[in-house]
């Protein structure tokens, strides 16, 4: 049992109301990766999502012996998911990337500005919300509600249409469930997602091509990309680049656009991560890669970054690169350390 199990059943324990505990956590433990899914697209943060997917299964258990089964378990779930997302959206919080917050900044003028952790869109490990599908049309459409360009779009969304977008479109749900569920009418969930429909038409960035399986192109695209990284070869890297590329560097502010801004930079204030090593990493429903820098002390490499990459039409045009750390490698499971002879 995980960590998170065994605190959803310590925790549930105490007020369980006599129900028979036998099998419930089983049940319960089902339905987390899609549900994380759901909080993830909801709340833009990772460990946020899981936190409300914890205070789900909490509230499910003790609850149990209330369900009386005039829905499903999962629509049952969604809801009190639903609920706790609502009310951690209440606070107000909005995630966002940095291209959406300022204008790109010409290299010349580059400067790195942190801002505090809960304003930034975090990635997520594809495995810890992608649930195994059979149908490849609804496995594609889970990869691209997660995308991160998709998820940012819905920060855009007032809190009850996120619910009614992500339920009708990416998990399609009729629209009497999702009244059912939101408690409201049919009618008000189609408004709804008309409205939350043409808010996404205006704000969704640029999306990349579907990358899960990599197709021939896009794996040698990525081989190309490590070798022209690892080797910090920036006339190969400006050619795998569309000339309109960003790169962006949460908890940083600043992000940059084109190959002579994002090379000019990898060459003076990013000139540190010459030799570094990348192991690659599924996030977001995009490829994505560990980045570890040399180690300052010459003994192997350290952890530096988690980097998402955006592809379409054959070139790279978006490279994310998520600098916390000692949050985002343990997510991923990532090692603390590569040897030197990596």
């Known amino acids: 049992m995980s960590d998170l199990t065994t605190t959803t059943a310590a925790g549930a324990a105490e007020g369980s109301g006599g129900a028979d505990a036998s099998g419930i956590d089983s049940r319960l433990e089902a339905h987390r990766i899609e549900l994380t899914g759901y909080c993830y697209r909801m709340l833009g943060s990772a460990f946020e999502a899981e936190d409300a997917v914890q205070d789900t299964l909490v509230r499910a258990w003790r609850n149990f012996d209330k369900f009386e089964g005039r829905s499903s378990l999962r629509s049952w779930l969604y809801r009190i998911a639903t609920n706790v997302c609502l009310d951690m959206l209440n606070a107000g919080n909005k995630r966002a990337r940095p291209v959406d917050l300022t204008g790109p900044t010409p290299l010349a003028r580059a400067a790195l500005s942190p801002r505090p952790e809960n304003v930034w869109l975090e990635p997520m490990p594809d495995g810890r919300i992608l649930p195994s599908v059979q149908d490849p049309a609804e496995a594609a459409v889970a990869r691209e509600s997660v995308r991160l360009a998709f998820v940012a779009a819905l920060q855009h969304l007032p809190p009850k249409q996120r619910a009614v977008l992500i339920l009708r479109e990416v998990l399609a749900w009729k629209a009497a469930e999702v009244a059912e569920l939101l408690e ?114 010459g003994d192997g490499f350290v952890p530096w970054a988690v980097q998402v990459i955006d592809i379409q039409d054959g070139a790279i045009t978006g490279m994310h690169c998520f600098l916390d750390v000692p949050r985002w490698f343990p997510l991923f499971g990532l090692a603390e350390r590569l040897p030197a002879d990596a």
């Not at 960035?205 to 080797?231: I, M, N, S």
């Not at 680049?241 to 994002?262: S, Y």
Request: aromatic share 8%; with cysteine; glycine share 8%.
């Open 184 to 297: 409201t009418s049919v009618a008000s969930v189609n408004s709804a997602l008309q409205r939350a429909r043409a808010t996404l038409t205006q704000t969704e960035g640029r999306a990349g091509d579907a990358a899960d399986p990599l197709d021939e192109e896009q794996q040698k695209l990525l081989e190309r990309y490590v070798k022209a990284f690892e080797g910090y070869d920036m006339t190969a890297l400006t050619a795998l680049l569309h000339e309109d590329a960003v790169m962006t560097m949460p908890p940083f502010d600043l992000w940059l656009r084109g190959t002579g801004d994002i090379t000019g930079f990898m060459t003076s204030i990013g000139a540190a991560c010459a030799g570094s090593k990348l192991v690659p990493v599924l996030a977001n429903g995009s490829p994505g890669f560990a980045h570890y820098k040399p180690a300052e002390d």
